[in-house]
């Protein structure tokens, strides 16, 4: 991969990280037009030998540039508002799961299903196959159908931990003693890989995320044969 594709972000697996990377195009490209106007503004200041020993204000030019970046702020904050509520709003969930964070691994409950909970540890390096990937492979992964609308209950058993999918523009705090929602779609089959983002100990950097997306008939096949 190259250095340039490195600095973007990672490829989305749903709609809602679809329009986060939409809304951030849109957003540098904004500030790109103003860090261009403003510098070619800077250099012809430093540069031209025009001046005006009777000019004291100019009516116009301020009326310009006190309305026009609350224009450009609106085109920011409108998109922005609308992905906040896209982000917040529950849709009709196929499954409702519940993750808790401890340290320095997580718990998954199936609440949809009669006695289905498991615990994800990190796989040490002595057990990795040689397609894991060291500090990220788990020894059971959430596995979920793929185009199903996901219900996520994330809380903690002793300190604050953070659940995130990069792939799927899901980050959401697991606190002690509160239960907090999030909803998500997948929208293609894989593997996708995340770590807890809070820091919660000496370990926090071995308590990976690993979902699998099958199809739902699969996903089906592997409630039956599992549990």
Same mark, same amino acid.
């Given at each position: 991969?190259?250095?340039? !594709? %490195?600095?973007?972000?990672?490829?989305?697996?749903?709609? *809602?990280?679809?329009?986060?990377?939409?809304? &951030?195009?849109?957003?540098?490209?904004?500030?790109?037009?103003?860090? !261009? /106007?403003?510098?070619?503004?800077?250099? @012809? *200041?430093?540069?031209?030998?025009?001046?005006?020993?009777?000019?004291?204000?100019?009516?116009?030019?301020?009326?310009?540039?006190?309305?026009?970046?609350?224009?450009? /702020?609106?085109?920011?904050?409108?998109?922005?508002?609308?992905?906040?509520?896209? @982000?917040?709003?529950?849709?009709?969930? /196929?499954?409702? *799961?519940?993750?808790?964070? &401890?340290?320095?691994?997580?718990?998954?409950?199936?609440?949809?299903?009669? %006695?289905?909970?498991?615990?994800?540890?990190m796989m040490p390096s002595n057990?990795?196959?040689?397609?894991?990937?060291? *500090?990220?492979?788990?020894?059971?992964?959430?596995?979920?159908?793929? %185009?199903?609308?996901?219900?996520?209950?994330?809380?903690? !058993?002793?300190?604050? &931990?953070?659940?995130?999918?990069?792939?799927?523009?899901?980050?959401?705090?697991?606190?002690?003693?509160?239960?907090?929602? =999030?909803?998500?779609?997948?929208?293609?089959?894989?593997?996708?890989?995340?770590?807890?983002?809070?820091?919660?100990? !000496?370990?926090?950097?071995?308590?990976?995320?690993?979902?699998?997306?099958?199809?739902?008939?699969?996903?089906?096949?592997? =409630?039956?044969n599992n549990f």
């Amino acid at each position: 991969m190259s250095t340039w !594709a %490195n600095l973007g972000l990672q490829n989305s697996t749903s709609p *809602l990280m679809e329009q986060l990377i939409f809304f &951030h195009d849109h957003s540098m490209l904004i500030l790109t037009m103003i860090t !261009a /106007l403003v510098g070619y503004l800077m250099i @012809m *200041l430093f540069f031209n030998n025009y001046i005006n020993r009777y000019l004291l204000h100019g009516q116009t030019i301020e009326i310009i540039w006190t309305i026009l970046p609350a224009i450009i /702020l609106l085109f920011i904050a409108f998109p922005s508002l609308r992905l906040l509520y896209l @982000m917040d709003e529950i849709n009709t969930p /196929l499954i409702t *799961l519940k993750t808790i964070g &401890h340290q320095w691994y997580w718990s998954y409950e199936y609440s949809d299903f009669m %006695n289905i909970e498991f615990d994800s540890y990190m796989m040490p390096s002595n057990d990795l196959m040689m397609n894991s990937f060291r *500090l990220l492979d788990v020894d059971n992964r959430m596995t979920i159908p793929m %185009n199903s609308q996901i219900r996520m209950l994330v809380t903690a !058993a002793d300190v604050i &931990h953070s659940w995130t999918i990069p792939n799927l523009g899901v980050k959401v705090d697991g606190t002690p003693g509160r239960l907090n929602q =999030i909803n998500f779609l997948i929208n293609r089959p894989g593997v996708f890989y995340g770590q807890c983002s809070e820091i919660c100990g !000496a370990n926090h950097s071995f308590m990976p995320i690993v979902i699998e997306s099958i199809p739902i008939n699969y996903f089906i096949k592997w =409630i039956s044969n599992n549990f």
